[in-house]
């Protein structure tokens, strides 16, 4: 039992973009190369190593012939912090481990070890970094300005490591540190409110159910245009000889507007996250995993699947932060198609087939109301329904076709009133339809 004034050991990661001069730039650069090339040379050693006896060399062993490989052909490799190369070797015995777990099934299926490729996805690991109000001082390439400060990012805690990333040309430290927090106690639901359903669409964008009214967040509008920028700039790369400098501008050109779409749709959904942790003490979600998958064919899928997995992860965290509540609903929840009014399984909404389908035609009490809308409230009442007696709400009576706690809820509230708003939305919908499918197409062309 947490009590108040109770603290906790939290592991936390605090992100800068540094601003490096020409010879830091040259030196980081080194820095993540020489953590590829370590990485690359371990794997081949490995897959040589397996092939000649059936083992797979210990990571104490390719640690000792990285000793040897520095003083031998690679002399450059002193260049660079010596914990970059050993915490490559330390990357890459995870993969394989994982990779073994993920065979034997004790662990999530993942994929053989893999070549790391120059400009994916560079980055390297650092120990012993000191951060000052304005530089972080890195092993072997000194202090780095940053472009903002300690204090403004609110920096707090021990550093235990450092990961240094390029993306877009920028360069980026990701400092996880340990840090002592205050225990903040489980915040109880007083009001219907309190408990919010949310059901997240394919836009990214999410329809919010309070139990009394329903609101739909759209995603910002500068995503699709930002898209169609995107779509522009793969075909003009497409165009430029391979090898060439243009081309090569032309990628690094894609490679920024990559970046902001991704800073942006983090800023969106970072927005979303922290303003449901902090009011709402109660947050159900879907378990989307299964549900974001398919849901069209290509890379869509991807992009906004991450927006649905990131918004879950973000919201986990917050909510810990905020002594909220996450309950995530089992994937197998129809929320869809169960009538959020009566409470009949409508089955002709069915997945995917039904994604044009905007709204839900009750067969059974003939409600019409917009899909999201619906799912909203079926979560956010399954929700409760799985939290009831831990929290002290009162549970809802099995079998939802007898009670429906929205029309108990506000007096005189009924599924009428809930209609007006419902058809509003569900012209918005249709009027936005559109405008859906095309950012939609446009989605399917950013590269994972
Ligand atoms: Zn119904």
Same mark, same amino acid.
Request: charged share 30%.
């Given at each position: ?32 190369g020489a953590s590829r090339y370590v990485y690359n040379w371990g794997l081949a050693e490995s897959q040589r190593a397996y092939e000649a006896t059936g083992k797979r060399p210990r990571l104490g062993e390719l640690k000792s012939q990285l000793v040897q490989l520095k003083k031998g052909e690679c002399?450059w490799l ?6 970059i190369g050993q915490q490559a070797l330390v990357d890459l015995d995870r993969a394989f481990e994982r990779f073994f777990k993920g065979l034997k099934g004790e662990g999530p299926k993942s994929g053989f070890p893999r070549f790391k490729r120059k400009?994916e996805r ?175 064919? %290509? #890379?869509?899928?991807?992009?906004? !699947?991450?927006?649905? $997995?990131?918004? =879950?992860?973000?919201? &986990?965290? @917050? ?79 099995? %079998? #939802?076709?007898?009670?429906?706690? !929205?029309?108990?809820? $506000?007096?005189? =509230?009924?599924?009428? &009133?809930? @209609? ?29």
């Open positions: 039992m947490r009590s108040i004034g109770e603290r906790q050991l939290i592991q936390q990661a605090f992100r800068f973009e540094l601003d490096p001069n020409r010879a830091q730039r040259v030196l980081l650069a080194k820095s993540v002399p002193y260049e660079v912090s010596a914990h400009g560079d980055s390297c690991r650092v120990y012993e970094v000191e951060l000052g109000e304005r530089h972080l001082r890195l092993p072997m390439v000194g202090p780095v300005r940053l472009k903002e400060t300690r204090g403004e990012r609110g920096f707090d805690g021990r550093i235990l490591s450092a990961t240094i990333t390029r993306r877009a040309d920028r360069w980026f430290v990701s400092l996880a540190v340990e840090r002592e927090r205050p225990v903040v106690l489980a915040r109880v639901p007083r009001r219907e409110s309190d408990v919010v359903g949310v059901d997240l669409g394919l836009k990214a964008a999410a329809v919010i159910h309070d139990g009394e009214t329903s609101r739909t967040v759209e995603p910002a509008q500068a995503l699709r245009r930002n898209l169609a920028k995107l779509r522009r700039l793969d075909r003009q790369l497409a165009r430029k000889q391979r090898g060439s400098r243009n081309r090569a501008k032309a990628k690094l050109r894609r490679a920024c507007l990559h970046y902001k779409i991704s800073c942006q749709r983090q800023d969106f959904l970072h927005h979303r996250s922290s303003e449901l942790a902090r009011t709402k003490p109660v947050v159900v979600l879907e378990d989307l995993h299964v549900k974001g998958m398919g849901r069209n064919r %290509g #890379l869509a899928l991807s992009v906004s !699947d991450a927006g649905f $997995g990131e918004l =879950r992860r973000q919201l &986990a965290y @917050k909510c810990d932060w905020y002594g909220s509540t996450l309950v995530v609903v089992d994937r197998f929840f129809p929320s869809t198609q169960l009538c959020s009014s009566c409470g009949t399984l409508n089955e002709r909404i069915k997945g995917f087939e039904g994604l044009n389908e905007r709204r839900l035609d009750c067969n059974a009490c003939g409600l019409v109301i917009d899909r999201d809308e619906n799912a909203a409230i079926n979560l956010r009442r399954h929700g409760l329904s799985q939290l009831a007696g831990e929290l002290g709400i009162v549970p809802l009576p099995e %079998g #939802l076709r007898e009670v429906t706690p !929205d029309r108990e809820v $506000g007096a005189g =509230r009924s599924a009428t &009133a809930v @209609k007006p708003a419902s058809m509003k939305q569900e012209a918005t919908a249709r009027r936005n339809r559109g405008e859906t499918r095309r950012s939609t197409r446009q989605l399917a062309e950013v590269p994972a």
